[in-house]
DNA sequence: TTGAAATTAAAACAACTGTTTGATACAAGT
DNA sequence: ACTTGTATCAAACAGTTGTTTTAATTTCAA
């Protein structure tokens, strides 16, 4: 049985989870090597396979365990009442700050994005309990901006052009930084960054509802 | 020397580039396996190094024989003086049909792809000779489109919201097919596509252009 | 304290993968 | 015919990496 009080036993698998989040997120499942996790995490290699039984057990617990530490849900944005588009911005500004900061809070949200670009045995579970939801989500706001006439096909269509911007900035950091020097990962660019893509998003919304009346 | 008549050298070398162009852009400079690429190519391991002087080698020879294989450059887009909204329009259904199709010509474009996203140790001269000249096109487009007041930023801010969107439907296929199971990577869906990245993009310039305005 | 269970650690292991080697074949020029 | 340079191939090699083993250690209840 573990320990109860603070020992080495759920140490070592906490300090275990804790570095192959970081790991596992900056480089990927395949990338991450299981001799720099235990290296940070100060404990041994066979330490990975005895407490999960492996590599992707360890990554199970990662995915688990980040679930558990933030709330991905992003109903907040639609349960506030305001009008669509702040709960597009909303939606926009909060999902991009998850992919470009570094708060332990949006490491469920890289996880999700690396699954999305580069899936892993654990696609169809990390899809379907939190790629499905947070897209219903948007579908919904996308759905409220376009009107009740909006086929089901644009609001799809929408909600992944939005996706494409954000995820764009995160998975091509190192071609952004080469096309615009100046631009800048900062948390006050993020929210230029935000509001650009939200302007935008807006936009093309309006422009994919007048479209369909037409 | 190599030889001059149609004999096995020159036949081996370009066995390996073909096999390795496919494997390459399908699975990426890392998970693409030599012993895969020979096999395909119907040779041997050690012809790669003979050859290219080894993986990198031939990876590099992938690219120039891809790069001479088709023109990458956009401007027949902006050279037909057509109205700069059709130029944008011509522009996105290009680069989503050369990052989508099966056609030998659109495989620099997916290398191209892939060294944004995922960046090897060419990613310098790949960005520097195909990356930037494109995105300078479609830069122009934008400014175009935007009038003679947008500031570089929102020009390149829009470039890339037109990227990210038509990046994200190649580099998240699965989970594209697993968001919206009607979704079809037909060639005629990607013209509907096509149309909705347009038509989205147009709106969004031109509340971009507004934005400014006001 | 003692003994069983849990945990840690080092080393051995096995699979994978890019590279090198050494042998061989072949074509062309002398 | 002989030599030389080119090309191919199978096998050996070397580095990396996840897993297993086996022994040592720690923990905790009796």
Same mark, same amino acid.
């Given at each position: ?38 290296? *940070? ?8 396979? +005895? ?7 360890? +990554? ?30 909303? +939606? ?12 332990? *809070? ?61 995820? +764009? ?41 007048? *479209?369909?009346?037409?």
């Amino acid at each position: 049985m573990r320990n109860l009080q603070p020992d080495q036993t759920t140490d070592t698998r906490l300090r275990l989870i804790e570095s192959a989040s970081e790991i596992f997120i900056e480089r990927g499942f395949k990338d991450a090597k299981i001799r720099d996790i235990v290296e *940070q995490a100060k404990t041994n290699r066979a330490a990975v396979n +005895y407490h999960f039984g492996g590599k992707e057990g360890l +990554y199970a617990a990662v995915l688990q365990h980040n679930a558990a530490l933030a709330i991905q849900d992003m109903s907040p944005a639609v349960n506030e009442a305001r009008a669509p588009e702040e709960q597009m911005r909303f +939606y926009i500004r909060t999902f991009l700050k998850r992919l470009l900061d570094d708060n332990i *809070q949006s490491r469920m949200s890289k996880l999700i994005a690396r699954e999305v670009v580069e899936p892993t045995a654990a696609f169809d579970l990390v899809v379907e309990q939190f790629a499905v939801p947070l897209h219903k989500t948007l579908n919904g706001i996308m759905h409220a901006i376009l009107g009740p006439n909006a086929s089901e096909e644009s609001v799809r269509r929408c909600s992944m052009s939005i996706i494409g911007q954000c995820l +764009y900035y995160q998975r091509a950091r190192r071609a952004v930084q080469r096309l615009d020097p100046d631009f800048s990962y900062s948390p006050a660019n993020i929210d230029r960054l935000a509001d650009h893509i939200s302007d935008f998003s807006l936009g093309g919304l309006r422009a994919v509802a007048q *479209q369909r009346a037409s």
